[in-house]
């Protein structure tokens, strides 16, 4: 790997696809040492599931190694990844053919293919134009395909890629350029949401580690004013329902006690209430009224 994002890039990608297959960093390819980024199996069983993670699910839905770079891979660095995927593919047919031998079995044919996915923050515009690659009508714009089944190669330049959810954890693994306004498209996500849980720790992580060091580059730092600006906001948000929540317990509370009846739609309508300023006033009035009226003018 090549830079500090290339960790947070291994980290997101398997963490979001080990729980479906097998998914190995740092993975060792010989003939000489070599290492993939990241090395997946697909779990049969749970393919349905791996649909949750949008594309990155899709690129994985067969055996495959990932290879990401945070900005633009030059033609040296598309060689290097396909001789480690040439490498894969050929240790996958032998490991076949002695299965399949061991079982008195004729030779697979398909089950030991093996596909290589390039994820490039920025566009190789040389490569592409070299190779005479196109965007694949099948796939969202920004994925290329090379080598038909001869080679399954694809090349996915991520700030080509749509903005939306189904993309969100190829563009955080993309990083570079990337990373900061995807962290801003994580804070926006529900709290339950799925890529939100993948990311959101290590994306911490990875903002304590870059804190922690002298100099950022520019990117590194974009990433870390994301961070500081949407999860404090977030935490700022978190706040504000916290307190909206305990105004509301609060007047509910105070009418119980002095025995005041509450409607349920008297009751659906404090619930509904986010303004804080409006639920002190009801819990003023809630201290020293008769009736659910007094409490809660229907005119405000």
């Given at each position: 790997m090549r830079n500090r994002f290339d960790q947070l890039a291994k980290q997101i990608g398997q963490k979001a696809l080990d729980r479906f297959g097998v998914a190995v960093t740092q993975d060792a390819i010989n003939s000489e040492t070599q290492y993939a980024d990241l090395r997946y199996e697909p779990d049969p069983a749970r393919q349905a599931e791996r649909g949750r993670l949008g594309l990155l699910g899709r690129l994985a839905a067969s055996a495959c190694i990932i290879e990401v770079y945070s900005d633009a891979p030059n033609a040296d660095e598309f060689r290097a990844c396909l001789t480690k995927h040439l490498t894969v593919w050929q240790q996958r047919v032998r490991e076949a053919r002695s299965e399949s031998k061991k079982r008195g079995e004729p030779p697979p044919q398909e089950s030991a293919v093996s596909f290589l996915w390039i994820i490039a923050a920025g566009a190789p515009t040389t490569l592409l134009a070299k190779l005479k690659l196109e965007c694949s009508s099948d796939w969202p714009a920004g994925i290329y395909l090379f080598g038909d089944d001869v080679l399954r190669v694809g090349i996915v330049v991520a700030s080509q890629l749509p903005r939306d959810r189904t993309t969100l954890l190829v563009r955080l693994m993309a990083a570079g350029s990337l990373l900061a306004p995807a962290v801003k498209e994580v804070a926006a996500l529900p709290p339950d949401a799925y890529e939100r849980a993948i990311a959101e720790p290590i994306l911490l992580q990875f903002q304590h580690i870059l804190g922690q060091s002298p100099t950022q580059d520019p990117n590194e730092q974009e990433f870390i004013m994301a961070m500081l600006k949407s999860w404090e906001e977030g935490k700022a948000e978190a706040r504000a329902e916290a307190r909206v929540e305990e105004r509301t317990e609060a007047i509910l509370t105070v009418l119980r006690v002095r025995g005041i009846e509450v409607p349920e739609a008297?009751?659906?309508?404090?619930?509904?209430?986010?303004?804080?300023?409006?639920?002190?006033?009801?819990?003023?009035?809630?201290?020293?009224?008769?009736?659910?009226?007094?409490?809660?003018?229907?005119?405000?």
């Open positions: 008297a009751r659906e309508r404090i619930l509904a209430e986010k303004d804080l300023d409006q639920l002190t006033r009801w819990l003023e009035k809630a201290a020293v009224a008769s009736t659910i009226g007094e409490a809660i003018d229907e005119q405000e």
